[in-house]
């Protein structure tokens, strides 16, 4: 089963401008993870929000975390051709160590 | 540590053979985790180890599929007999430590039944 829904499940933007995706999510959680896929490879860590952060940053990366809510948002500021991959949010509870992923964004960035 | 390393990264087979996956995890890491990535279902968690001792199988879909993990640095997920439903890419991942950390994957093996 999925803990995570994303929206949109697919965007097209022009390099430069910014990117957002959105994770919804069913149960209280300890912490919620973001990655990439690029087509066809496995995937990779992104960013790690704990359940009592708001906010954090890596390089051109900003996760937004709204436990009441139950969602994040994956900001990608000035997009580049490169960033084009799927971006999946993932979940982590309290009472298990099981790492559930949500259904992902499809992220296209035009030259 | 060169990742967790997956193979086959292909395989064909035919309906009712027995396939066997295998996932190599990176050095230190005591969870393992075995995904199937379809376009349906998503990326569904079917089974994770931790300290080789197999936690939680609930997301196996059948009684086809078994994984093993005999050691630290091997893990097996074999379905037998393989159906055409069964045609996916499966990760294998691992993680060092609790919860708060990240999971490291493999390239994956994608699998046709035919």
């Known amino acids: 089963s999925q803990q995570g829904e994303e929206d949109p499940q697919a965007l097209s933007i022009q390099e430069g401008e910014n990117a957002t995706m959105n994770c919804s999510y069913k149960t209280s959680i300890n912490n919620l993870q973001w990655y990439r896929q690029n087509s066809g490879r496995g995937l990779v860590h992104l960013i790690l929000i704990r359940s009592n952060e708001r906010e954090k940053h890596s390089g051109r990366l900003r996760v937004t975390l709204d436990t009441s809510k139950k969602s994040s948002s994956l900001l990608i500021t000035a997009s580049r051709a490169a960033d084009t991959a799927s971006y999946f949010c993932a979940t982590v509870t309290y009472n298990t160590d099981k790492l559930i992923f949500g259904t992902g964004t499809r992220l296209q960035v035009f030259p | 540590d060169a990742g967790v390393i997956q193979s086959p990264r292909h395989e064909v087979t035919e309906m009712g053979q027995e396939v066997t996956l295998r996932c190599k995890p990176i050095s230190g890491h005591d969870y393992l985790f075995w995904y199937r990535q379809t376009m349906m279902r998503g990326l569904e968690l079917l089974i994770y180890?931790?300290?080789?001792?197999?936690?939680?199988d609930s997301g196996m879909p059948e009684d086809r599929f078994s994984a093993k993990m005999p050691n630290a640095s091997f893990s097996t997920l074999k379905i037998q007999p393989s159906e055409p439903r069964d045609s996916a890419v499966y990760f294998c991942?691992?993680?060092?430590?609790?919860?708060?950390?990240?999971?490291?994957f493999g390239q994956g093996t994608r699998l046709t039944v035919v």
């Open positions: 180890f931790n300290n080789n001792v197999p936690i939680d």
């Open positions: 991942a691992s993680r060092e430590g609790t919860r708060r950390t990240e999971a490291f």
